[in-house]
């Protein structure tokens, strides 16, 4: 079983800063499979990026993930107030395998 | 727009069945391409896969849960449900319902569509 593991766990960064989250694999894993979610308090988590560096419907620009092999990153190159949250990688390792990472929260410093 | 909505018990007694019903609306749960999922999320904790079916009820397990474990369909009613048998006060959590595009129809495998997830406490 792929293991996830995020860091930091929490992250402190001011407004207009920029901020790089990462998920490492366990072992090397297909970046078709490798997804990043955002969660917000009492809201359900939200796609963010889809293999490795798509970005979903509706996320600005400053959103954006990169990574290969087993080190994937996501970036907010300039944080705005809404995007302090928790966000999660997430990996498809077959039709009984969808596992995350333990998530990193951003919080506004 | 894909909805999905979860409904029912807030509150289940250790060693019963924690049972919860995840209605879709604003498309058909018979479609070919999606998968049904069952996700939770313990209080201040990270996420958890438990399960998918597909519509005509092919199932796939977490291991973790596929001793007390049963998901089902029913596409009448465009809903699919969750039982977990033999409830701990470890599976206090909330209960996302979910669905992501099948293997095969797309490259890439993602949870799309999220419920709003209850909090389900099991508690006497």
């Known amino acids: 079983e792929i293991v996830l593991t995020q860091s930091p766990g929490t992250l402190s960064l001011s407004p207009g800063e920029r901020a790089t989250l990462s998920c490492r694999a366990s072992q090397t894993i297909n970046s078709h499979y490798l997804t990043w979610y955002q969660q917000k308090p009492g809201q359900a988590p939200r796609l963010l990026i889809y293999?490795?560096?798509s970005r979903a419907t509706g996320f600005p620009a400053r959103f954006s993930g990169s990574g290969s092999g087993t080190d994937f990153t996501l970036t907010i190159s300039r944080l705005e107030p809404e995007d302090f949250a928790v966000y999660y990688c997430q990996h498809y390792g077959g039709s009984t395998a969808y596992t995350f990472g333990q998530g990193t929260k951003l919080e506004i410093k | 727009q894909l909805q999905l909505q979860e409904s029912g018990p807030g509150l289940v007694k250790p060693s019963e069945t924690l049972s919860l019903t995840c209605s879709v609306s604003?498309?058909?749960?018979?479609?070919?391409?999606?998968?049904w999922d069952w996700i939770r999320q313990p209080p201040g904790k990270g996420l958890e896969w438990i399960g998918s079916i597909s519509s005509n009820g092919i199932t796939h397990y977490n291991p973790s849960f596929k001793s007390r474990l049963n998901i089902s369909v029913d596409t009448s009613k465009n809903e699919f449900s969750l039982r977990l048998r033999s409830a701990t006060a470890a599976d206090t959590a909330q209960y996302y319902c979910a669905r992501h595009l099948r293997p095969g129809v797309t490259a890439s495998i993602f949870f799309e569509n999220w419920g709003q997830g209850p909090l389900v406490t099991v508690s006497s």
């Open positions: 293999a490795t560096s």
């Open positions: 604003g498309g058909s749960i018979r479609s070919d391409y999606s998968l």
